[in-house]
């Protein structure tokens, strides 16, 4: 892990909007943010960036006063403070307009701005509805957001509620403003817009703190960017003095390293072969974007990118989860694009998901419950309608001696084990099964080092036994050290497939910040 | 207490063996009598009666709460007479389906509040289905076996498909059943109420009710001088024995209660959640609709409208049971006995019913609290240490 360089920008000395000293978040089981040092600027725009689960929003949740800090002191405008609720946070001047509105839709704009603080006539007895449309009109002017505030919001554009969005901060006096994933929901021309009205918000004075996984973006609206990673903060930079090559080394980071061997061997037959796939998200946004590859007997073939580039939807497209639009997925050499997920687990498809707490597990169950999930059709396991319990236990302590799994007792419950002894359970039951593919989506995240290098060992015996691999992982260092051939993802294509041994991280940061190599790439 | 000890203590709960669920039952019905036997003895000051139970420092007890308590045993059957037996069993029978309607959806993580909804509407589809068919029966034994199945399989589909509803709008359009089905039971209630007032209902009286059915579709009584019949009691043990087996043997058992409580991993399992989600929806309610055809044929012998609230009760019956279909049996009895023996109360010591009700409604509370702290407890995440949330 790197030094602490949270300071770095504020070398000038000017007043913080905000400091946050020393912020330690631990929740059961998980620290979500390591002794944070982030302070901002006043009247300037700073970007918060890192990976899903780096800390970001937990960061700006604290700073909100939806969490207290485990440790740590947050400062506004160099007063020390503790909120105890968004309530204080919000009379200290703090805005925060959260990834999905909080708008009423049937009533307008103005009686969303002024809701829950309403100017009233008689007494406050009634609300005053001309106040509330002219303050509301008064404010969108000042900050020149083209908005009518009789509009009903239903009747509104996303891009607009978020502007209802800011202004309901604006006129409850919010000075700094945290916007959390603010484009996520934007189109691109919004998104211009949205910057626009940054500029406007810092010329009256305003702070703003966003918070964004995408690069380019912190590069174009932001004055500072700060990286988080694991719940740490790497470092505060200038968006004037970085690229996003640094800053995606930054976010994805080093591993530690491994000895990691992986003698050459002769691959098999073609295992899987995708062509020409097309995969759109849950919101029907195209997530993959015309990708083709295929992965051989005894070969690990990785995909490497920053998270929320379609490997999610890759993954699950490929194991039965997620309806494909067009193109075809070819396993052991029959077509598998139209197969049920219990199909393609009987063909021997085995798939270590990246969400082990909701997909690979159910956290209620015990390990022998837990051991039966996606076996339980299977003849080993079954007769006809009836679970073979004996065989289902006899499987799962084999799975729990050969992977090591602590407590070594199939009776827990899969929540009360440690995140590498979820994931060591999880990978020994899909690899023992005997499947002719793995499929594994960031198979060490959130897992101990310790289990970080027996899952890779066991992945590598795989490829030696001559099982297709498919590692998926935003964590370059794992995909290239694992990998036979390596794809780079970027906003649901492949950039380029490279041989992960004859590449610079520079290279490849070049192309998971989704620019072509220059020299015509393959 | 601070937090800390409380989460100590939840964690504890949650943990806890079914041995040491049992103590804690029993430990909780003792203190329930306990302060139950204080209200008693209280409530006897402020009343008037001609010759008290005891004469305490000048004051008058009306009630003798020892008194009471041994009544309340005795009526419910164990030292009791034939039909205080006869009136516990038949309630405990009928509880028995309203008590698995509510545990297979528990079981499946999801929360039936609409068995009386789907109860009532059960009742009303066999009693209108033997009204209706009864004529063109023979009234032998024949015509027995011939309708009492047909007004059970009756109530179950009407049941079952007003389980569907919610299970749908669960699945397929986010909507919590908690809140669906609890709407459900009014719109149930309020339609079987409208149809039997306008249309289907007894014309000859002012009561909002149907036609008695005919003798020989009412189920026999097994012991004379009561309505209930072994038959009942039999079916729902095994009701709850099968259901016990579906869920602990059986791959479709297994697939039903992954998907509902957890079905981002029954996808991945290979498994329909969705389809599962509405599947486990539509068993509680079909068992609803059991509860109610049983209520017509061996309680009742008709529809009215203010049925008890039995399905409301299965679900303090499925909380005391830790939802195990097998916990049924005893948590059933035990709300049969407590409404046999205070039955007999009322009957033999003058003690105002509501006193009664009290004294029931306390011990269903302490018994059946300690689980239900549990069930919110582990559902909160508690009972293991290390337990992990999202980043």
């Known amino acids: 892990m790197s030094d602490q360089t949270g300071a770095r920008a504020g070398e000038e000395s000017s007043t913080y909007a905000v400091e946050m000293e020393g912020i330690t978040k631990r929740f059961p089981g998980v620290v979500a943010n390591d002794d944070v040092d982030f302070a901002v600027e006043r009247e300037t725009v700073h970007a918060l960036v890192g990976e899903n689960g780096a800390g970001k929003t937990t960061l700006m949740n604290i700073l909100y006063g939806f969490y207290e800090p485990t440790e740590g002191t947050v400062s506004v405008d160099g007063v020390p403070r503790e909120f105890d609720s968004p309530r204080d946070a919000m009379d200290a001047g703090i805005g925060m307009i959260h990834q999905h509105f909080m708008l009423v839709k049937p009533m307008t704009v103005a009686e969303n701005v002024v809701l829950g603080a309403e100017p009233t006539r008689f007494f406050g007895l009634l609300t005053d509805e001309t106040a509330a449309i002219r303050t509301t009109r008064d404010l969108a002017g000042r900050y020149g957001f083209d908005i009518d505030p009789t509009d009903r919001i239903h009747e509104t554009s996303v891009g607009e509620q978020q502007r209802v969005e800011i202004l309901k901060a604006l006129y409850r006096g919010a000075e700094i403003l945290i916007l959390d994933e603010p484009t996520a929901v934007l189109t691109p021309q919004e998104v211009e817009a949205l910057y626009g009205m940054f500029e406007e918000l810092i010329d009256e004075g305003k702070t703003i703190i ?22 740490r903060l790497v470092e505060t930079v200038r968006a004037a003095e970085t690229t996003r090559e640094e800053l995606a080394s930054m976010m994805v980071g080093r591993d530690v390293l491994f000895d990691v061997t992986s003698d050459p061997v002769e691959y098999g037959s073609t295992t899987l072969a995708v062509d020409d796939l097309v995969v759109e998200d849950d919101r029907g946004i195209r997530a993959v974007d015309d990708v083709s590859f295929s992965v051989q007997a005894g070969e690990v073939f990785g995909v490497a990118g920053v998270d929320g580039n379609g490997q999610s939807e890759l993954v699950e497209a490929i194991t039965g989860l997620r309806p494909v639009e067009s193109g075809t997925i070819t396993f052991d050499g029959e077509g598998v694009t139209a197969l049920s997920r219990r199909g393609r687990i009987g063909a021997g498809m085995a798939y270590i998901a990246e969400d082990r707490q909701h997909r690979s597990l159910v956290l209620e169950y015990d390990l022998l ?32 001696a050969e992977y090591d799994v602590r407590p070594p007792d199939r009776d827990t419950t899969a929540r009360s084990l440690s995140g590498g002894n979820q994931q060591k359970f999880v990978v020994g039951r899909e690899f023992e099964r005997d499947p002719s593919l793995v499929v594994a989506s960031q198979p060490t995240r959130g897992v101990d080092i310790g289990s970080i290098e027996f899952i890779h060992n066991r992945l590598l015996d795989l490829r030696t036994e001559g099982i297709a691999v498919l590692l998926v992982s935003s964590k370059l260092e794992e995909v290239q050290r694992l990998s036979d051939r390596m794809a780079v993802i970027y906003d649901g294509q492949f950039m380029d497939v490279v041989d992960p041994d004859d590449v610079t991280e520079e290279e490849v940061g070049l192309l998971m910040a989704g620019e072509r190599p220059a020299g015509g790439g393959q | 207490m601070n937090r800390a000890d409380l989460e100590r203590l939840l964690d504890r709960l949650v943990d806890a063996t079914v041995l040491e669920r049992v103590v804690i039952s029993f430990a909780s019905l003792l203190f329930a009598i306990v302060v139950g036997g204080v209200i008693v003895l209280l409530a006897g000051i402020p009343a008037t009666c ?17 008194e ?3 009544t309340l045993f005795e009526g419910a059957g164990a030292f009791g007479s034939l039909t205080n037996l006869g009136l516990t069993l038949q309630e405990t029978s009928v509880l028995l389906f309203t008590g698995l309607s509510v545990a297979v959806a ?42 009492v199945p047909l007004a059970v399989v009756v109530a179950t589909v009407i049941g079952g498909l007003y389980g569907t509803l919610p299970g749908l709008m669960k699945a397929y359009a986010d909507a919590h059943e908690v809140i669906t089905t609890i709407m459900l039971n009014f719109v149930a209630m309020g339609i079987a109420f409208y149809l039997v007032r306008n249309h289907v209902g007894d014309t000859t009286t002012d009561s909002v009710q149907t036609t008695p059915i005919p003798d020989f579709a009412r189920l026999p009584p097994t012991i004379d001088g009561t309505r209930f019949s072994i ?7 095994a009701a709850a024995i099968a259901l016990y087996l579906l869920y602990e043997r059986t791959v479709v058992g297994y697939d039903l209660r992954t998907s509902g409580l957890a079905p981002e991993a029954a996808d991945y399992g290979g498994v329909n959640a969705k389809r599962n989600i509405v599947a486990s929806m539509t068993l509680s309610g079909a068992l609803g609709g059991i509860a109610g055809a049983m209520y017509v044929l061996m309680v009742h012998y008709r529809w009215e409208t203010d049925m008890p609230p039995l399905g409301f009760d299965g679900i303090a019956v499925s909380i005391l049971a830790g939802n195990n279909p097998l916990g049924v049996i005893p948590a059933s009895l035990l709300f049969g006995a407590l409404k046999g023996g205070s039955l007999q109360i009322d009957f033999a010591l003058g003690v105002p019913p509501e006193l009664v009700e009290v ?13 239900f702290f549990r069930m919110i407890g582990s559902y909160a995440g508690y009972g293991t240490d290390g337990g992990e949330t999202d980043g």
């Not at chain 1, 966003?210 to 004055?223: M, R, S, V």
């Not at chain 1, 039966?372 to 004996?390: A, E, H, K, V």
């Not at chain 2, 409604?361 to 689980?371: C, D, N």
């Open chain 1, 210 to 231: 966003f918070i964004t996984h995408k690069l380019g973006e912190a590069l174009e609206a932001a004055d500072r960017i700060s990286v988080l990673r694991d719940g």
């Open chain 2, 50 to 66: 001609r010759d008290p139970a005891f004469v305490f420092a000048g004051r008058e007890f009306c009630y003798d709460p020892i």
């Open chain 2, 106 to 147: 528990f079981r499946a993580g999801l929360f039936n509040i609409g068995t009386q909804g789907q109860m009532v509407l059960g009742a009303l589809g066999s009693a209108l289905t033997i009204v209706w068919v009864a004529p063109s029966l023979p009234e032998n034994v024949v015509g027995t076996v011939v309708i």
């Open chain 1, 369 to 400: 419950r837990n051991g039966l999930l996606g076996c339980q059709t299977l003849p080993r396991f079954s007769n006809g309608p009836f679970i073979d319990w004996d065989a289902t236990g006899e499987y799962v302590d084999d799975v729990i």
């Open chain 2, 231 to 237: 038959l009942v009691l039999l079916f729902g043990l």
């Open chain 2, 68 to 70: 009471m308590y041994l």
């Open chain 2, 359 to 371: 004294l029931r409604g306390l011990i269903i509370l302490f018994v059946a609290m300690p689980e």
